[in-house]
């Protein structure tokens, strides 16, 4: 078996790859020597777009089957990411003094990237994210906490460095992209995500409302940081046109998938019709895909809001254009929806509204919040249920009512 074809095939099994809806076609773009490691981007051209995969591998004479990556020339190869002598090498290549580092682990249940822990002194102190698919420009998880973390935010992991490369690009002038491996930041002991803290509550019919105070407060300030912080423009007519047509483009697909969402079609269109007359605020970066997953709770220490990469396969380009603060509050008030009705606890319909009304009635009257317009709130909080309708008529029918009943909320 050719090296790639046998690359291919572990990659292919990974959770972070992303192709998994079609038959992959690799090839070796690219190779580096690395400490402890060879660094190898892999490109899959059979999806949509061509994927470039950043695979690190290191030799491990006696590795268990299950374990081995590929062979070639004799060398049994395994993913770098579990061997000290490169995950500590990509510390001291950004910069941080690697002497006290005592032991690493790579945390389990990633998806899209690796997340290593990195024990100082005998305690779980830094995290380094590795990413695994590779675009050209700086990941915006690193220029929004980097930034965030310069401001003295409180709302974020605290940034400790970054690390890029480059391979080659034919599609560029230059012959070459640059892009982000990957960065390393505070690491939290203890914390939980808001979503399984917010689940356990409305399981139980608990109040949450003094959480969701604190999360709206949280967020605001993230707004806040990020508008003063980083470039901000004036919504343009063009802009306004553009978002009308991607949320009525949604609405069509919604439409014909869901009789549900047909029947509701001219009320919806109303309420998007209102939002795009308003006045909008100014464009900024905001998280862009904010739900209870995206924010850890620390033991006495309040929320940290991360994960501000956007969507990985998308270019990095329209990962940093300015959107809608708004639309990160449209995504946490459905996330309170959704953690209410899966929750299933008592009066589920009721809990949630609590907690999307101390939440933003918190973000309101935080300092750094920006201005909330009822109407284009709402029309963002529509187009979020009008997409959820979609994936959950696709992929899962139960949970078809959850949606549905947003838009009713919405629209009365």
């Known amino acids: 078996m050719r090296f790639e074809d046998d690359l291919g095939a572990w990659v292919a099994r990974q959770r972070w790859y992303a192709g ?50 590929a062979r070639v ?30 032991g690493s682990r790579i945390l389990t249940g990633e998806q ?9 002194d005998g305690e779980p102190t830094i995290i380094l994210k590795l990413f695994r698919t590779l675009h050209h420009g700086e990941n915006p998880d690193v220029t929004v906490q980097r930034v965030l973390s310069d401001a003295g935010s409180p709302f974020v992991p605290r940034f400790f460095g970054s690390l890029d490369a480059e391979w080659p690009d034919i599609g560029r ?13 505070e690491f939290l002991a203890g914390v939980r995500d808001g979503w399984a803290i917010a689940l ?17 407060v949280a967020v605001a300030g993230v707004h806040g940081d990020l508008g003063a912080h980083l470039d901000t423009v004036d919504a343009t007519r063009a802009d306004v046109s553009a978002v009308g047509r991607a949320w009525r483009r949604r609405l069509a697909i919604a439409a014909a998938e869901v009789p549900a969402v047909a029947d509701r079609l001219t009320a919806i269109e109303a309420v998007y019709d209102a939002a795009l007359a308003r006045p909008w605020p100014r464009l900024q970066r905001i998280h862009g895909d ?16 991360v994960d501000f ?66 109407e284009l709130l709402r029309a963002l909080v529509l187009d979020k249920a009008v997409y959820e309708s979609i994936y959950e008529a696709r992929n899962r029918p139960d949970w078809l009512p959850v949606p549905l009943a947003g838009i009713d909320a919405a629209l009365a």
């Open 112 to 120: 899209s990237n690796t997340s290593i822990v990195f024990d100082v």
């Open 290 to 305: 904010l739900h209870l997953g995206q924010v850890l709770a620390v033991p006495h220490g309040g929320w940290r809001l």
């Open 173 to 185: 002038d230059t012959g070459t992209a640059h892009g982000t491996l990957g960065f390393a930041q």
């Open 20 to 69: 998994k809806s079609h038959e992959p076609q690799f090839r070796v773009l690219d190779a580096q020597p690395v400490p402890g490691a060879t660094r190898y981007l892999l490109m899959d051209d059979a999806g949509a777009a061509p994927t470039l995969y950043n695979v690190p591998l290191a030799e491990s004479p006696d590795a268990p089957d299950h374990a081995v990556a």
């Open 73 to 102: 020339d004799g060398r049994t190869l395994v993913d770098a990411a579990g061997h000290r002598e490169f995950t500590v090498g990509l510390l001291a290549a950004m910069g941080l003094d690697t002497a006290r580092v005592t």
């Open 309 to 374: 990469e956007g969507e990985p396969l998308r270019p990095m380009e329209e990962r940093a254009i300015p959107d809608l603060p708004p639309r990160d509050v449209a995504g946490m008030l459905r996330s309170f929806d959704y953690a209410g009705a899966v929750g299933g606890g008592p009066e589920a319909a009721a809990w949630a509204a609590t907690c999307r009304a101390a939440f933003t009635e918190a973000y309101a009257a935080a300092p750094g919040a920006i201005e909330l317009d009822p």
């Open 200 to 216: 356990d509550a409305a399981r139980e019919g608990r109040d949450f409302t003094d959480a969701a105070r604190d999360l709206g």
